[in-house]
């Protein structure tokens, strides 16, 4: 909804706000079909993305799962998704072992019988220490379980709790898969304002968030290489020369978005007078504040799990060098012992 507010100098401004309902296009120039997801789905998942990103030291672990909606008439609508619990078997990257593939077959065809709107229209994971590209197993994985040119893949880069981007990836008409376009910041609230409205009723969104705050559960993680470069990665933006950042990318557009919620804000306010823009703001003043809470609430969970497994570590350090110790003494007692010399 968008909301009328006077700044400092009396001017009026506009806020506007996704509605977590409301459609969000992503913007992919070259892609044949329109790619749009929920704003809410693009929360959920920038947060399980970042959370999971925070829930192990360097890195951080990989997340994946089922992306649910509908295909038809050119548009692809992603409206929900359903996380795939990967076992982790070869480390924190979100790598598929046989376990993990039988359930993902699952999940899938349990998303299919399942009658209602939401089918599978493609999947997403996230590199936690890579770009935003398909490697030749994630190639695998798309082409395996997600064969219809409509599917996508899509690809989430977290660098922190706010700053999560994504890229899209779809097939073209000779099957060849490539990105729609560049990576872009992965969030309910792009960079400029969409004014796409849905008159959704408020969000029970505590419920969802609180869901999504649950840290990842920290297993024990045998240290891995970084994997190695995929020999045939595909790039996100083999179109463009430069990368260029989502800000940079939009700001053309922005002007016309700026516009149309310019005029739609106007009507708005007109038709509902200034007692309902009262309500408003404070409800958007109250949801900012609870996301704030979240946000440091995360934020002190983070600083709570690092400074715990920074504690198990020296735990860790402090046995084996006593049992190094105790080793070294039995030595020394048996070499006493046994030693004819002495
Ligand atoms: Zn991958």
């Not at 009396?10 to 992919?28: D, F, M, N, S």
């Not at 309902?276 to 934020?299: H, P, V």
Request: aromatic share 8%; glycine share 6%; net charge neutral.
């Amino acid at each position: 909804m968008a909301a009328m507010r006077m700044n400092r100098k009396g001017t009026q401004v506009v806020e506007t706000r996704t509605a977590p309902e409301a459609l969000v296009t992503w913007k992919a120039p070259h892609c044949p079909f329109l790619i749009e997801y929920t704003a809410r789905t693009a929360e959920q998942l920038r947060l399980a993305a970042a959370d999971a990103f925070f829930s192990l030291p360097r890195g951080g672990a990989e997340i994946g799962g089922v992306l649910l909606g509908a295909f038809e008439k050119g548009r692809l609508r992603i409206l929900r998704h359903v996380p795939l619990d990967c076992e982790h078997a070869f480390g924190p990257s979100f790598t598929l072992s046989p376990k993990d593939h039988a359930l993902l077959a699952e999940l899938l065809a349990a998303s299919r019988r399942s009658a209602g709107d939401a089918q599978p229209v493609g999947w997403y994971h996230s590199h936690t220490r890579s770009d935003v590209f398909l490697s030749v197993a994630d190639l695998e994985i798309h082409d395996r379980y997600f064969p219809e040119n409509w599917q996508v893949a899509l690809v989430l880069r977290p660098y922190s709790l706010e700053h999560v981007q994504g890229g899209f990836f779809f097939r073209q008409a000779d099957r060849s898969i490539q990105g729609a376009g560049p990576p872009q910041e992965f969030s309910a609230d792009p960079a400029e304002p969409f004014p796409v409205e849905a008159d959704a009723p408020p969000e029970p969104k505590a419920q969802a968030m609180a869901a999504a705050a649950v840290p990842a559960p920290i297993t024990v993680l045998t240290p891995v290489e970084p994997s190695p470069p995929a020999p045939q990665p595909v790039a996100a933006d083999p179109l463009l020369e430069i990368r260029v950042t989502p800000r940079e990318t939009s700001a053309g557009s922005s002007r016309a978005y700026w516009l149309a919620a310019l005029l739609a804000a106007a009507a708005i306010v007109a038709a509902i007078g200034y007692e309902a823009r009262g309500r408003e703001s404070a409800a958007l003043a109250n949801e900012n504040a609870q996301l704030r809470q979240r946000d440091n609430d995360l934020r002190s969970e983070v600083s709570r799990l690092r400074s715990e497994l920074e504690r198990q570590t020296a735990l860790n350090r402090k046995l084996q060098q006593d049992s190094e110790a105790e080793k070294q003494k039995r030595k020394r007692s048996q070499g006493f012992a046994f030693d004819p010399l002495l």
